[in-house]
T-cell receptor, first 112, second 116 residues
Framework: KQEVTQIPAALSVPEGENLVLNCSFT??????LQWFRQDPGKGLTSLLL?????REQTSGRLNASLDKSSGRSTLYIAASQPGDSATYLC???????????FGQGTRLTINP | GAGVSQSPRYKVAKRGQDVALRCDPI?????LFWYQQALGQGPEFLTY????????KSGLPSDRFFAERPEGSVSTLKIQRTQQEDSAVYLC??????????????FGPGTRLTVL
């Protein structure tokens, strides 16, 4: 059974810092990995999708990497801003099943 | 439509009542998913539709949970005889393709169910 773990559970940093969020998964048989953002009381917004054959994806100040063999992904946020405060969720697409398996999320707070 | 919509946004039910949660996916999206998100946790998969066919219901926690998508568009998640442990946010997502590796799931805002 695929399990996804995100560390840390919560993170608070001053504005302007670069930061890294971590995600690990137990089964390398995935077809993609996605990073989502969730604001309080809102649904999930897709940030980046990395196909299983890819190593990384970039969008603006965000960069996500994937190392399938070690079961790890990282989300790098450059020059953090207060508007980046949210919960960040990592999810893997399970091969042979049309579903996502999510981690518990990292609650990020950027302090002005 | 502009995005995935869900109704109601909030639902309070007394234990033992039946509830029905609605999802309107993005027009033309083939795949539809339901997830359950408990407080402080990540979403957990409940069920998956491809058009009107329910292809995976392995995540439904009990036979009190039932989902349908009769015309391949709008979907309803029904919970019978609600229990307090059913309290959660129920998220609906849709995607355009058939689960390919490039397929992004687009999520609705969720329905927050509270069972008293």
């Amino acid at each position: 059974k695929q399990e996804v773990t995100q560390i840390p559970a919560a993170l608070s940093v001053p504005e302007g810092e670069n930061l890294v969020l971590n995600c690990s998964f137990t089964d390398s048989a995935i077809y993609n990995l996605q990073w989502f953002r969730q604001d309080p009381g809102k649904g999930l917004t897709s940030l980046l999708l990395i196909q299983s054959s890819q190593r990384e994806q970039t969008s603006g100040r965000l960069n996500a990497s994937l190392d399938k063999s070690s079961g790890r992904s990282t989300l790098y946020i450059a020059a953090s801003q207060p508007g980046d405060s949210a919960t960040y969720l990592c999810a893997v697409g399970v091969q042979g099943a049309q579903k996502l398996v999510f981690g518990q999320g990292t609650r990020l707070t950027i302090n002005p | 439509g502009a995005g995935v919509s869900q109704s109601p946004r909030y639902k309070v039910a007394k234990r033992g009542q039946d509830v029905a949660l609605r999802c309107d996916p993005i027009s033309g999206h083939v795949s539809l998913f339901w997830y359950q998100q408990a407080l402080g946790q990540g979403p957990e998969f409940l069920t998956y539709f491809q058009n009107e066919a329910q292809l995976d219901k392995s995540g439904l926690p009990s036979d009190r949970f039932f989902a349908e998508r009769p015309e391949g568009s709008v979907s309803t998640l029904k919970i019978q005889r609600t229990q307090q442990e059913d309290s959660a946010v129920y998220l609906c997502a849709s995607s355009l393709m058939l689960g390919l590796s490039t397929d992004t799931q687009y999520f609705g805002p969720g329905t927050r169910l509270t069972v008293l």
